[in-house]
């Protein structure tokens, strides 16, 4: 998959003025004090939430409440430290980036795949059928207007919010496996592990074992564990999904395709990834702050390698430059207004005439 046009002026002009606004106000493309406060923060809430739930929780009461704030710790370890880890821009330095990015082991996942399924798929082919894993759910869903429309996906608009709770055990117990075993993950073959990153594998999977599973056992009688683990890891994969589909399965983010049998996307390389991606509640600071910024995830996908603390600064840039190349910049004011239009987008693409169309054309979106 090739995109036809080079990237053009747009993308020239647009980092000139992200490199000016790093020079002239000294802000820190990584190594940022805001990010290094925000991870001890984060790993005191995931600290604090697993031992009062495993060693003082007494009553269901106490332990619901503390499994969901261990199931939203682990979900932004997730949005803000690994993420920021693997795309190395969490440090300048790489081995802090690694370490970073290993914590995703710690959540059962592995930063070896994640780093190859993620930074070399998602941040190219957004959106592209058949290439792009993230709109791929087999039968279960339809994400995209070129997916196969199947009768029951009438209904998904109602049952996919609850498939997307079971992403944690997905990729811990089966496309980890997958790749390990097959050199597989989704649709596209990788490497598999070895050396140090096949230890760090091992590893990461057996530490996140004992402390999900066998350490509370020994507190705790098994059905309860098995319990409180579910409802924990349903809490990440909901949080997790959620904030990722809000980004690019809605009605105003585009779905295209190479016409003919090219091989080619019209669209240049950073046009195509403004025109797939939708941003949200880009003003609301306790969403930024929890999901590392990745409601501005137009931001993210041009510029994956400048820690996420300064997108909400970048952002200004990217709508102005967006303006100035017609390019077109899509930003939902509000979670609950990207909610709605993902629910919208599920609903339309579950019709077997379901095509990518603006149906709510007074949507509260503001475009540049």
């Not at 869903?141 to 429309?149: D, E, I, K, W």
């Not at 009688?221 to 319990?227: D, G, M, N």
């Given at each position: 998959?090739?995109f ?10 647009l ?11 000294g802000?820190?493309?990584?190594d ?5 406060i ?6 005191i809430?995931f600290?604090?939430s697993?031992?009062l739930l495993v ?9 619901i409440p ?7 710790a682990?979900?932004?370890i997730g949005f803000?430290i ?16 690694s ?6 082991d ?14 070399q798929?998602h ?17 279960l ?9 199947r ?11 609850v ?12 496309d ?10 989704g649709?596209?073959?990788f ?12 590893g ?8 999900a599973?066998?350490?509370p056992?020994?507190v ?17 994969g ?9 980004a ?7 779905f295209p395709?190479?016409?003919g049998?090219?091989g080619?996307i ?7 990834q403004?025109?797939t ?27 994956p390698?400048?820690?996420?603390v ?15 190349f017609?390019?077109?910049?899509v ?10 239009a993902?629910?919208r ?17 007074n949507?509260?979106?503001?475009t540049?």
């Open positions: 998959m090739k036809a046009q080079p990237d053009d002026a747009f993308l020239t002009v980092r000139q003025r992200v490199d000016d606004m790093f020079n002239n106000t802000r820190r493309r990584r940022c004090a805001a990010m290094y925000k991870t001890l923060v984060i790993a809430w600290a604090t697993y031992g060693f003082l929780a007494a009553t269901w009461w106490q332990a503390l499994t969901i704030s261990l199931g939203l682990m979900a932004s803000n690994q993420h920021d880890g693997a795309h190395s821009a969490y440090s300048n330095r790489k081995w802090v980036n370490l970073m990015a290993m914590t995703l710690l959540l059962g996942g592995s930063s070896f795949y994640w780093k190859k399924t993620h930074n798929v941040h190219s082919y957004t959106n592209i059928t058949g290439h792009y894993g993230d709109i791929d759910m087999g039968a869903g339809r994400l995209s207007p070129h997916q196969q429309s009768w029951f996906h009438r209904l998904q608009h109602l049952y996919l919010w498939l997307y709770g079971f992403l944690p055990f997905k990729w811990q117990f089966y980890d496996m997958r790749g390990v075993l097959t050199g597989r993950i649709l596209n073959r490497a598999r592990p070895r050396g140090r990153h096949l230890a760090v594998f091992v990461g999977k057996l530490l996140f074992v004992s402390l599973l066998v350490i056992m020994m705790h009688t098994w059905h309860t564990v098995l319990l409180f683990f579910f409802i924990a890891s349903f809490v990440q909901l949080t997790l999904s959620v904030v990722f589909q809000l690019h399965c809605l009605e105003e983010a585009d395709i190479p016409p049998d090219t080619q019209e669209k240049a390389w950073a046009v195509h403004v025109e991606t939708v941003n949200f509640a880009p003003r609301n600071r306790l969403v930024t702050w929890f999901t590392g910024s990745l409601n501005h995830q137009i931001e993210h996908h041009l510029f390698q400048i820690c996420h300064n997108y909400p600064a970048i952002s200004e840039l990217m709508e102005q430059t967006c303006r100035d017609g390019v077109r910049y930003a939902h004011n509000s979670t609950w207004s990207a909610v709605r993902h629910y987008w599920l609903r339309q693409m579950g019709r077997p005439d379901g095509l990518a169309t603006d149906l709510n054309a949507s509260p979106v503001a540049g």
